[in-house]
């Protein structure tokens, strides 16, 4: 079955403490991309990945690191976590940047104390 | 700055009714897809339907379609026959085909269909 994995689903921590979210996808698409979601604000992109190797900053980068050293894997790292972080997270893959339709992740929902 | 505005927090349409949702965006780039996702309660993000800004055509995906003035950097989306089921979160997108590839979401209207 084609999709977007993420893990963990539902992740509580504290300010300070670095933390990865896991992004998978099974579809061997190029364009990856990380985006947070807040009340009021709709979606934000955070970084984006055109390639293996290749990232650039979305939106909203700071406080937020990401690589892509496999096609199939685009991890979120939050180094050093602050209470402005708690959000809910997308990753997204699609084929090209603009292809028909980019598949979302389940999200990921942290909370940061 | 490239920017997706969604005037229209929340709205409320009786089922079997239509409902169009405003999107307007500003960009200074003439190439670009337009998109509307759905994201019910499950918090899924389901693409609704696409648009390339070098179609004069709207799109259309069954009950769904939208009316597309370039010029006006206008992109509404009209639900024909509302169903209880179309009750979600939508979000207008824009990327554009060229140069930076960032996607800019808007902020969502909340639809809620009512039996």
């Known amino acids: 079955e084609a999709q977007v994995t993420q893990n963990p689903r539902y992740l509580i921590t504290v300010t300070g403490k670095k933390l990865t979210v896991t992004c998978s996808q099974n579809?061997?698409?190029?364009?990856m991309s990380w985006y947070r979601q807040d009340p009021g604000l709709g979606l934000r992109q955070i970084y984006y990945s055109m390639n293996v190797e290749v990232t650039d900053k979305g939106d909203v980068p700071e406080g937020y690191k990401v690589s892509r050293k496999e096609k199939r894997n685009f991890p979120l790292i939050l180094e050093s976590p602050s209470p402005n972080q708690t959000s809910l997270y997308f990753c997204?893959?699609?084929?090209?940047?603009?292809?028909?339709?980019?598949?979302f992740g389940p999200g990921t929902r942290l909370t940061v104390t | 700055a490239q920017t997706v505005t969604q005037s229209q927090p929340e709205m409320s349409v009786q089922e079997a009714e239509t409902v169009t949702l405003s999107c307007t965006y500003d960009?200074?780039?003439?190439?670009?897809?337009l998109f509307w996702y759905k994201q019910p309660p499950s918090r899924q993000m389901i693409l609704v339907i696409r648009q390339e800004a070098y179609k004069q055509q709207n799109a259309t995906e069954n009950r769904f379609s939208v009316n597309f003035q370039k010029a006006a950097k206008s992109f509404s989306l009209k639900i024909s026959d509302s169903q209880l089921g179309d009750t979600a979160m939508y979000f207008c997108?824009?990327?554009?085909?060229?140069?930076?590839?960032?996607?800019?979401f808007g902020t969502g209207t909340r639809l809620k269909v009512l039996a």
């Open positions: 579809m061997n698409h190029e364009y």
């Open positions: 960009t200074s780039e003439s190439n670009y897809y």
């Open positions: 997204a893959s699609s084929l090209s940047p603009n292809s028909y339709e980019q598949y």
């Open positions: 997108a824009f990327i554009h085909t060229s140069g930076t590839y960032k996607y800019i």
